[in-house]
């Protein structure tokens, strides 16, 4: 049974209107992820939350939010798209620490047009 | 920083070929090692870890042992299989020393593997 759930897996939205992508874990782990992989690119980490507080890194586009509502749901908030901003992107989560296993979700397809 | 480096592929192999995709790292301390890979149109799935030196870790025939005194984690697998084709990554995660409340993976470019029948 699947652990990390996106959706939609296949997202097309119009250059500049927003949208979102959704994640829920059935882990109860307490440190969810978002990562942004490009076609034969690593993923790379856009932000991660720590129970409720949130970490941004130090390159992510402002355009990227991000919400934790509670211990079991994120969501992905792209204000404006862009063209370049057409990727997989890959909710994970892991519990507390390092040395932890980060288990990923199935990935959201974006398409921007 | 922390970084990891994978050969190049792509990589082709037959069916019933050994395998064998290079990953050596570059980190202070000790960071836990995975190997992770992702078939087509899909996320990433955890193939095997391994936390310290010298552990190896193991899965679906695919096997990788923690070698702190070359740095490396290479992947391998005796006998592919049609199924296996898939690109495969290669991540680390913080060590002890900078250990902190989450896992950044720093990845590897990834290896594409086609095996033929």
């Known amino acids: 049974d699947a652990m990390v759930i996106q959706n939609p897996r296949y997202q097309v939205t119009q250059f500049g209107k927003p949208v979102t992508l959704s994640c829920s874990q059935t882990?109860?782990?307490?440190?969810m992820y978002w990562y942004q992989q490009k076609s034969s690119q690593a993923p790379k980490l856009l932000f991660h939350?720590?129970?409720?507080?949130?970490?941004n890194e130090a390159d992510t586009p402002d355009n990227f939010q991000s919400r934790r509502p509670n211990t079991s749901f994120c969501f992905l908030d792209i204000r404006s798209p862009g063209l370049g901003d057409a990727a997989m992107y890959l909710c994970?989560?892991?519990?507390?620490?390092?040395?932890?296993?980060?288990?990923f979700g199935e990935g959201s397809w974006l398409t921007v047009v | 920083g922390n970084s990891v480096t994978q050969m190049e592929g792509p990589v082709t192999l037959s069916e019933e070929a050994f395998l064998t995709i290079n990953c050596t790292y570059t980190a202070t301390g000790y960071p836990s090692l995975f190997w992770y890979v992702q078939y087509p149109g899909e996320g990433l799935q955890l193939l095997l870890k391994?936390?310290?030196?010298?552990d190896k870790g193991s899965n679906k025939g695919f096997e990788a042992t923690y070698r702190k005194e070359t740095t490396s984690f290479h992947l391998e697998k005796g006998s592919v299989q049609v199924s296996d084709s898939a690109v495969y990554f290669c991540a680390l995660s913080p060590t002890r020393s900078e250990e902190t409340s989450y896992g950044k993976l720093t990845f590897g470019q990834g290896t594409i593997l086609t095996v033929h029948p």
């Open positions: 994970a989560t892991s519990r507390t620490g390092g040395r932890n296993t980060i288990y």
């Open positions: 939350y720590y129970d409720k507080d949130f970490n």
């Open positions: 882990l109860n782990h307490n440190v």
């Open positions: 391994a936390t310290k030196a010298d």
